[in-house]
């Protein structure tokens, strides 16, 4: 067989087979709960927190909340950034107005359901708390710590897949502890509940 005639064979086969492996690669199915995408999350968020000094003379907060994951491996871990912040106008049965600003990172894990649509996970955030408003400033002057105090935002969350690029997020709740000075024991338990929506870049 002339050279010229061998040399058009093998390039038409070289070009078939990675033609093949491009279509097959592009077939495969994702894994179940891997996080191949990065994250961007807004959310409504609810928080319910103790006025100070540190009692439950519990209030509700409203705002908002926007977080990133990034993925990392091993497979199903992502590093997440979250930012949130509420506001409340009347701080129990006072006129006092408190606005809490956390902003926190660390691991998250997507537990793989092997569910195609529904995403759980789970996530131990840790970073600051800015606290401002009459209710610290005013009420509660001793709050040196009001700037920048410690703050964990531990919970998780529940995905619904709408496709690979966009997810509702149903529900995230979070025990997000702070640690702003009050007079007492110099830490709030809030309860934190979001839901929002998912883009995947």
């Keep these: 067989m ?16 990675v033609s093949a492996h491009s279509g097959t690669a592009q077939t495969q199915p994702q894994a179940p709960g891997k996080p191949l995408l990065s994250e961007l999350a807004i959310e409504y968020s609810y928080a319910r927190s103790n006025e100070p000094p540190g009692g439950c003379t519990c209030f509700s907060l409203n705002g908002v909340s926007a977080s990133y994951a990034w993925p990392v491996k091993p497979a199903h871990f992502a590093l997440a950034g979250d930012i949130t912040i509420v506001h409340a106008g009347g701080v129990g049965s006072s006129a006092q107005s408190l606005t809490l600003s956390t902003f926190t990172a660390g691991p998250r894990y997507f537990l793989p359901l092997h569910i195609e649509h529904i995403q759980p996970f789970g996530q131990v955030l840790v970073g600051l708390v800015h606290s401002s408003g009459t209710a610290v400033e005013g009420r509660n002057p001793g709050a040196a710590n009001a700037g920048a105090a410690f703050a964990a935002n531990i919970g998780g969350g529940l995905d619904l897949k709408a496709s690979r690029r966009f997810s509702v ?10 640690t702003v000075d009050n007079g007492s024991n110099n830490h ?12 995947r870049f």
Excluded: F
């Design 2 to 17: 002339p050279l010229r005639s061998t040399s058009k064979i093998v390039l038409m086969l070289a070009i078939a087979a």
């Design 169 to 178: 997020r149903l529900i995230e709740a979070n025990y997000l502890l702070t």
């Design 188 to 199: 709030q338990n809030n309860l934190r509940v979001s839901t929002g929506v998912v883009l």
